[in-house]
């Protein structure tokens, strides 16, 4: 089971300064960087995870993961061409998975991920993406077909908006900005664990 609430961060000393504030579950995304700062960055998530009781989630960098014995890996489409899913099984490495159109759904499900994430559901200022907003139908859409595999919504999340979402269907939802670019990102990342955790999680089929 994953947390209602999924952050996504940039560098281990975000971990530092949010995990205190009750988050249970976060993304270590870093697209670029020297194999050995990236290795650092994503032992330093690792431990600092570990210790808060929370569950790590590296974004591309697979064979790092394995090495550091992390608990996810979270690929794009893209990321798939490359990546040795067979290894990470045998890691014990849960593994997500992006989509954004029935195709990649498609593609997705044959990988029988631990959980699926759809986005951008909003518009995002996070990266230009050739995708546009998916809306709350979509994501009524992917529950349906996922049926009791955890759907992580993204892509112009707020604290605000979370409940709409959670209605449509998704297990959990992810925020990047709404926190990181936050005045008070250590507020913003408490007001997100207490709303999402007092959203009534109901059974589904």
């Not at 995990?19 to 431990?47: H, M, N, S, V, Y």
């Not at 992580?152 to 900005?177: H, K, N, Q």
Request: charged share 25%; net charge neutral.
């Amino acid at each position: 089971m994953l947390d209602r609430f999924y952050l996504i961060v940039d560098s281990a000393a975000w971990l530092k300064r949010l995990l205190p504030c009750g988050i249970k579950l976060a993304q270590l995304r870093i697209k670029e960087g020297e194999a050995a700062f990236l290795r650092g960055e994503i032992i330093a998530a690792r431990d600092l995870c570990r210790a808060a009781g929370a569950q790590l989630v590296v974004n591309d960098h697979w064979r790092l993961a394995i090495d550091a014995g992390c608990d996810y890996v979270h690929l794009g489409q893209e990321d798939l061409d490359a990546a040795d899913i067979p290894a990470l099984r045998k890691a014990g490495i849960k593994i997500g998975l992006s989509t954004h159109d029935e195709a990649e759904l498609e593609r997705a499900l044959a990988f029988d991920p631990d959980y699926v994430a759809l986005g951008p559901v909003y518009p995002t200022i996070l990266k230009q993406m050739r995708f546009g907003p998916q809306g709350l139908e979509r994501v009524t859409q992917w529950k349906a077909r996922l049926g009791k595999r955890p759907l992580v919504a993204i892509g112009g999340m707020s604290v605000e908006r979370a409940p709409g979402v959670f209605a449509a269907g998704a297990d959990c939802v992810s925020a990047v900005t709404d926190v990181l670019l936050n005045a008070d990102p250590e507020a913003r990342a408490r007001q997100w664990a207490a709303a999402t955790r007092a959203v009534a999680v109901e059974p589904r089929a």
